[in-house]
């Protein structure tokens, strides 16, 4: 993909986000081009989770902007974050674990394709229309994440490879534009982590969605990504492809405690 023609998605410019003194996310600044799969990466406690927070409304930053479409979303609720095209998962699952498979996908895209209380009432022509939609979005969803054997199963009996497509099967169900994902391969042995990297490159391809990965395997993100964005202690400290970063000395440096 030719990045220098792709549209910015999302824009973040000195974003800076404080917890009682301790400054989680320092100044931070990327693009994120259409269709592109970018991880994010750094050692425990380098901000990771609070950028992802930061992005999808979960909390404020103290100072900096975040552009989607070249729109300001500071300050919009979590739902409006999701109503424009961003969806995430959590590094531990919050799939709702008493509902079927199946009905955990329908709920999030009835939040992108809300039923009024008035055509729930009636049941007329649109409200069928957006039933069936939604129904077959969830249905292409499971076939694609290889649930559609488990649809009727309640999700809390779900093996943990399962649990976690499910839970990205849910995030496409609001149709985003962008899906940040948060450790999607924390738990899952190697084989489960190749079928992930390859379903995440098909999610993009078919949806053409931009892919954020948070992740600590770094044989994921490194077969996975096209560009890496590291930080250390809240900071950015490099960016780039692959293989520059791999040899850059102050992601040696910050991953070994030395150069
Ligand atoms: N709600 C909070 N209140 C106080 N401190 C917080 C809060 N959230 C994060 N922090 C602190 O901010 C820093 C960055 O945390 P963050 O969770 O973003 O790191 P991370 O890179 O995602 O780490 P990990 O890889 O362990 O998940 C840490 O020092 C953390 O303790």
Do not use: W
């Amino acid at each position: 993909m030719d990045r220098q023609s792709s549209r910015v998605l999302l824009r973040t410019v000195g974003l800076t986000k404080a917890f009682r003194g301790l400054v989680a996310l320092r100044d931070h600044s990327i693009e994120l081009h259409e269709r592109e799969i970018i991880g994010v990466i750094g050692p425990n406690g380098s901000g990771k989770s609070t950028l992802f927070n930061l992005i999808t409304g979960f909390s404020q930053p103290n100072s900096g902007s975040i552009e989607m479409e070249g729109r300001s979303i500071v300050g919009l609720r979590t739902s409006q974050i999701v109503a424009m095209g961003i969806a995430r998962t959590f590094q531990g699952s919050r799939l709702f674990g008493s509902l079927s498979v199946a009905q955990n996908v329908l709920t999030a895209a009835q939040l992108r394709h809300p039923v009024g209380a008035a055509d729930t009432v009636l049941r007329g022509r649109r409200y069928r229309e957006r039933v069936a939609a939604t129904r077959q979005k969830a249905d292409e969803l499971l076939d694609l994440m290889g649930l559609t054997d488990q649809a009727g199963r309640v999700a809390a009996d779900l093996p943990y490879g399962d649990q976690r497509r499910l839970e990205i099967a849910r995030a496409l169900a609001t149709g985003p534009q962008l899906l940040l994902l948060d450790e999607p391969a924390a738990g899952l042995d190697s084989n489960e982590t190749k079928v992930l990297a390859a379903l995440i490159r098909t999610i993009r391809d078919r949806y053409g969605v931009t892919v954020v990965v948070v992740e600590h395997d770094m044989d994921l993100i490194m077969a996975l990504c096209e560009r890496i964005q590291v930080l250390a202690t809240g900071e950015v400290i490099c960016v780039g492809t692959p293989e520059q970063v791999r040899e850059h000395p102050k992601v040696r440096e910050a991953y070994l405690g030395h150069a």
